[in-house]
């Protein structure tokens, strides 16, 4: 990194404070994707561990069932702004307890999740490491029951509304 990361909450501020609309980003994932790291040569095969059979590798991208949440912020002047974060969406699960969802596509995403499903995409590895903070496991294209979607189009209206 070029220099040091700095809060964004005054990029969610207008020049009088009041709280306004943040300019919707764009991902970063495509700009990181001709920067993975070199494939593995024989020369290096002791020096680095790899994946385990069937692990996939860190930084292989995932999309996650996740939406954004804002909350009310004031910054060191006093202005007031919303600040925004994502929100993973955890899952009960019969024998692992509680579980985050990783899809290898948003076609396998859509499918088991269905298409009002919000999401986000993220790095397995960070993704894992987080969640294992928590004590929470990552499932990878997990199977789901049929027709249990978390959300319906008028249920990603409403929040649409909502955050507005």
């Known amino acids: 990194m070029d220099g040091p990361i700095g809060s964004r909450i005054l990029d969610y501020t207008g020049p009088d404070g009041a709280p306004?609309?943040?300019?919707?980003p764009r991902s970063r994932l495509l700009d990181y994707a001709?920067?993975?790291?070199?494939?593995?040569?024989?020369?290096?095969?002791?020096?680095?561990?790899g994946p385990k059979p069937g692990v996939p590798p860190y930084h292989?991208?995932?999309?996650?069932?996740?939406?954004p949440r804002y909350v009310e912020a004031v910054d060191a002047e006093g202005r007031a702004g919303r600040v925004p974060f994502v929100a993973y969406e955890l899952f009960a699960h019969p024998t692992a307890g509680t579980v985050a969802f990783a899809f290898t596509?948003?076609?396998?995403?859509?499918?088991?999740?269905?298409?009002?499903?919000?999401?986000?995409?993220?790095?397995?590895?960070p993704l894992a490491e987080g969640m294992r903070e928590h004590g929470v496991t990552v499932l990878l294209d997990p199977r789901?029951?049929?027709g249990q979607h978390n959300?319906?189009?008028?249920?990603?209206?409403a929040y649409a509304r909502e955050v507005r």
């Open 151 to 157: 959300w319906r189009p008028e249920d990603l209206a």
């Open 20 to 24: 306004q609309a943040p300019q919707a």
């Open 60 to 67: 292989t991208p995932v999309f996650v069932p996740a939406h």
């Open 105 to 125: 596509t948003p076609a396998r995403l859509v499918a088991a999740l269905g298409e009002a499903q919000p999401w986000i995409a993220a790095s397995i590895g």
């Open 34 to 49: 001709e920067d993975a790291p070199p494939a593995r040569t024989e020369a290096d095969a002791d020096a680095r561990p």
């Open 144 to 146: 789901v029951a049929g």
